[in-house]
């Protein structure tokens, strides 16, 4: 069960109630009995940088303004140094338009778009890699102590996830505090709208950890590692391509967190192991499903 106290550490937490995230269904269960359950939205944000569009994406609709400019921002299509002049968003369009001083064209870069493995079909440009070889995040310790906290906090947080489910969360943290909780349809719209935060708000991320309920995928390493984070942890596994990348640039890479149990592909030698894992309370299976009724 949620406290006040793990609610209260965000500066941004989730809204299960908001309006328009999710809808009422009717339906027959196993036993052929009706049933009536939330479903999550699902709806379309088309991403203009300038006059030129450049995606649209598949989303719940929540800070679309983040997610624009992550989205930009995560595929090197705006700048460190580019003055943003405006980020106007329609709902009735279901745009975004952000502006800014510098001109922009990126007719080519467009030609060049990948598929990725993300939940919602998650889309990036062919270049993807480019910058990546000049990454190299700072080697900061981790304490497993956070990793612990972090995960009881987070996996305790009324979220839509427990709501309604088919869904991803990514929460942004320092130390063993969360930060910003974000969820989409999509892993990858949940670290733009995270991405996206840290631009608007000029959040340093030298000493963030990134948590995520997703897959770590070679998408998910990189846009972290392009964000400068230096830590990426996950209650999921792994990839082949997301751990090499990780170990080229530097970045900690954790996975199947789950109660005492965690594993460290990448990075290892900055884990601090200041708690004994048989302290740890092990992660009941069934306190997910009782914070959704509760």
């Known amino acids: 069960m ?32 009706r049933s009536r359950i939330s479903v999550v939205e699902e709806r379309p944000l088309t991403i203009f940088l300038n006059a030129q569009e450049i ?25 460190p ?8 968003y329609d709902e009735d369009l279901e745009t975004v338009v ?10 080519e870069k467009l030609r060049k778009k990948t598929r990725t493995s993300g939940c919602a079909v998650g889309t990036v440009f062919g270049d993807m890699m480019e910058g990546l070889e000049a990454v190299r995040l700072p080697q900061v310790s981790v304490r497993t102590s956070w990793l612990y906290t972090l ?13 309604a489910g088919a869904i991803h969360g990514t929460v942004l943290c320092q130390g063993d505090r969360p930060l910003v909780y974000m969820e989409d349809v ?20 030298e000493d963030k950890i990134l948590y995520t309920t997703g897959r770590l995928t070679s998408e998910m390493v990189i846009k972290t590692a392009m964000m400068g984070i230096p830590v990426l942890a996950s209650r999921s596994g792994f990839t082949a391509w997301g751990v090499e990348i990780a170990r080229e640039v530097g ?21 601090m192991r200041d708690v004994d894992p048989a302290t740890v309370v092990a992660e009941d299976t069934r306190h997910r499903r009782k914070s959704a009724q509760g």
Not at 98 to 107: A, H, I, K, L
Not at 251 to 262: A, D
């Open 186 to 205: 999509g892993r990858h719209n949940a670290v733009d709208k995270i991405a996206g935060w840290m631009m608007q708000t000029a959040t340093a991320p």
């Open 98 to 107: 952000v502006r800014t001083e510098r001109q922009t064209s990126y007719e």
């Open 81 to 88: 140094d580019d003055r943003i002049k405006g980020v106007d």
């Open 251 to 271: 970045l900690t890479l954790i996975g199947r967190m789950r109660g005492q149990r965690f594993v460290c592909l990448s990075g290892e030698d900055r884990l």
């Open 151 to 163: 995960a009881a906090r987070i996996n305790r947080t009324p979220s839509l996830y427990l709501v």
């Open 2 to 33: 949620a406290t006040q106290q793990d609610v209260a550490d965000y500066i941004i937490a989730p809204d299960p109630g908001a309006a328009r995230l999710t809808r009422a269904v009717e339906g027959v269960d196993q036993n052929g009995e």
């Open 55 to 79: 995606v649209t994406a598949m989303t719940i609709g929540d800070y679309p303004e983040y997610l624009a400019l992550g989205f930009l921002r995560n595929q090197g299509m705006l700048l």
